[in-house]
């Protein structure tokens, strides 16, 4: 079954105390994240990352605060989380081919990955029947990026010790209620 990994939203702003949007705790799961990230680039696994890539005056903004705009230093990834390998699929653009590397860089300007209007040509390009997703924040991000996989009929399994929430949240509950499973970073690496 071809699987594809799913890193949402990796982010220094969202995951350090010094970031614009600080999800607390989240530095703790850098290393797993770091840790599935580097699998499967060494498991010639395909590694889709979403990004936000803002700009100063996105409507996000109204809602929460100023984060990851496009060019600025929390809207990079931890060094640890890139592979030697990345293409960029921006959120604007429509490229005729897709660029594709061992990373896949998606970004994005509104919450829901799926607006990218490039990601069901990517996805199809890729033809995955599962997708492994993890990272932040667990009920607003990595929840869309979910939604969406499920509705397309895909196997979703959630990697629980690679994600962070904002506050209690039922991500999970909802989730499996659906059809996705739970999974640790412990059984992906296997």
């Known amino acids: ?32 994240l770091a840790r599935l990230n580097q699998y499967a680039g060494a498991q010639g696994i395909p ?8 700009r100063e005056n996105d409507e996000e903004f109204h809602k929460y605060p100023p984060h990851c705009i496009l060019g600025c230093l929390g809207q990079h990834k931890p060094a640890s989380t890139l592979l030697s390998e990345q293409s960029v699929i921006p959120y604007d653009e429509r490229p005729a081919v897709l660029p594709i590397a061992k990373q896949i860089v998606v970004q994005k300007r509104v919450l829901d990955v799926f607006r990218n209007p490039n990601l069901p040509k990517l996805l ?6 599962r997708y492994v997703v993890y990272g932040v924040v667990t009920e607003i991000c990595v929840q869309f990026a979910v939604d969406g996989l499920l509705k397309m009929g895909a196997k979703v399994a959630i990697v629980q010790d690679a994600v962070k929430e904002l506050g209690a949240n039922s991500v999970f509950a909802d989730a499996q209620a659906k059809g996705a499973t739970l999974t640790s970073v412990a059984e992906v690496l296997g």
């Not at 594809?4 to 703790?28: H, I, K, N, S």
């Not at 590694?47 to 803002?54: C, F, G, N, R, V």
């Not at 199809?124 to 029947?129: D, P, S």
């Open 1 to 32: 079954m071809k699987t594809v990994f799913v890193d949402v939203d990796t982010q220094l702003d969202f995951l350090y105390p010094t970031g614009a949007f600080y999800v607390r705790g989240a530095e703790r799961i850098v290393d797993n």
């Open 47 to 54: 590694l889709i990352s979403t990004t936000d890539a803002h």
């Open 124 to 129: 199809e390009q890729l033809g995955a029947e």
